[in-house]
């Protein structure tokens, strides 16, 4: 395990910078001392920076296209992944999606087969999917989530104070800066317009309605869950997942690893909860941990984190990869608009095929072009496809398939991700090379997946590390350093 530590002593590192004997006046003359917040906001951490090959586009118009008239509002109830949380045993439970999709004697098979696997790998000490490793992934997955609705006069921390007011850019870089401090990687933020109504879910995962009403608060009975009528302003948010343990693909590792961020985020949401509440303003949360009444990726999308990769469950990130978690908390603290990206992502995606050929279910696209048409799934070949909505043209994967390789691995699949070209550590110079001839000549894409071999990319875990336990970083993001004064990692 040599190789992952550095033999420079604190001493040394800091003789390096020159300030050794120098005494602590000159270490705190290059320290950032922070007065007030709007010393905070004013400093790097509340400006927002994108590598030069990232262009942004005019609101609205991303790398895919999209038909609003097409659309229509999704039905948590009958999402693949979504519609597996409405019973006790999560996707095992009958009534789920998956297995009235598929039929339930074949996905009990499917379940009785994973559940096999899992205890004789245990037993036998499968690295991977020993004990501990089990245990890694219990200790990361998600606790009790905080109150759906937070209206500022339940705030006791504002009690009697006068409402923040500023400007949209000036409280955008404040929430920034609040959001990174409580945990957060990145924020994007934005209005979302009469056009984006069509991103609500219609119904919850506990068969409630999901309506708008003249209403002074949020809440739920029951029979409706309830969104005010407001101008609502979005804010997107990204939480760094560990790029090596994704290289598992699946098993207890990457499951621990997709876990973590929802054990992150309801700090999170709790933070920003009461952080814009004392400001003055509302906030509308997750009922669930897993979900709220908005598809967090479409708002990664819209407002700049990331592109939509060929597989259309997730996106890819230029700055962070295809390994983030997103996350979504709506407030009527009016906020900057952040705009959609073009980083050559999407046309990548186009040639690389990569996370496609190495898919168990063979359930992502092999097309040239990305197209309207949503495909029936080979699993379910008669099934209606009301499990995904119409309006996108993008490679549709097969989730059917995809949901009956995550019963399979028992703990869920991230093959994709995890194989990913962009799913790599980006310090190196060459990565940094091949991002920018992505973004700016797509003619060199299919040299550049032929090529990924050379540049360090679909390394295995075993080549990253031995063991999670032999390592002295957090396991989320290894291949980055914390960063207290912001309370992320950096990359």
């Known amino acids: 395990m040599t190789r992952f530590h550095s033999t420079l002593n604190r001493r ?45 586009n005019d609101p609205g118009k991303l790398t895919v296209d999209y038909d609003w008239a097409l659309m229509k509002n999704p039905d948590q109830m009958l999402t693949m992944h979504g519609g597996g949380f409405r019973g006790a045993g999560l996707f095992r439970d009958s009534t789920s999606t998956w297995r009235q999709t598929i039929g339930l004697e074949k996905s009990q098979g499917i379940i009785d087969k994973s559940d096999k696997a899992l205890h004789d790998n245990a037993a036998n000490n499968q690295p991977g999917w020993q004990v501990r490793d089990l245990a890694l992934t219990s200790g990361s997955i998600w606790l009790e989530m905080p109150p759906y609705y937070h209206a500022a006069s339940n705030d006791q921390a504002r009690q009697n104070n006068p409402k923040w007011e500023g400007t949209p850019e000036e409280a955008a870089k404040m929430v920034r800066a609040a959001s990174r401090f409580y945990g957060a990687a990145d924020i994007r933020t934005g209005e979302l317009t009469s056009q984006e109504s069509k991103l609500f879910l219609t119904r919850d995962l506990h068969d409630l309605p999901i309506v708008f009403e003249d209403s002074p ?77 908005i598809p967090a990726q479409a708002g990664a999308l819209l407002f700049g984190h990331a592109e939509i990769a060929r597989n259309d469950n997730f996106c890819i990130s230029p700055d962070w990869g295809s390994v983030q978690g997103y996350f979504t908390l709506l407030t009527t603290l009016p906020l900057a608009q952040s705009k959609p990206i073009d980083a050559g992502i999407s046309r990548f995606c186009n040639t690389c095929k990569k996370c496609a050929e190495s898919c168990p279910q063979q359930c992502i696209s092999y097309d040239n072009e990305p197209s309207w048409d949503i495909p029936n799934s080979k699993a379910a070949p008669s099934a209606p496809t009301s499990y995904t909505t119409p309006g996108k043209k993008t490679f549709h994967t097969d989730s059917v398939a995809c949901m009956s390789q995550w019963m399979i691995d028992g703990n869920g699949c991230g093959i994709c991700m995890g194989n990913c070209v962009f799913n790599v550590n980006s310090k190196a110079m060459i990565h940094q090379i091949v991002k920018q001839t992505v973004s700016s000549m797509p003619i060199f894409n299919p ?28 396991i989320l993001g290894t291949d980055s350093t914390y960063n207290s004064t912001v309370g992320g990692y950096n990359k």
């Open 12 to 56: 040394d590192f800091m003789k390096g910078l020159g300030v050794v004997g120098a005494g602590l006046g000159v270490t705190s003359a290059s320290a950032p001392i922070f007065h007030d917040l709007d010393e905070m906001v004013s400093s790097p951490t509340g400006i927002s920076k994108r590598p030069w090959w990232v262009r942004e």
């Open 447 to 474: 040299l550049l997946k032929q090529a990924d071999m050379f540049f360090g990319y679909g390394l295995t875990p075993e080549e990253e590390f031995e063991n999670w336990w032999d390592l002295d970083l957090p």
């Open 217 to 293: 608060i949020g809440y739920a009975d029951s029979s409706k869950r309830v969104i005010p009528n407001r101008k609502w302003y979005e804010i997107s948010i990204t939480i760094h997942m560990s790029k090596e343990l994704f290289r598992y693909g699946e098993g207890p590792m990457r499951a621990a690893a997709n876990h973590s961020r929802y054990r992150q985020w309801r700090t999170i949401q709790i933070a920003l909860m009461n952080f814009i509440g004392t400001l003055g303003y509302e906030t509308l949360g997750y009922y669930e941990l897993p979900y709220g009444v």
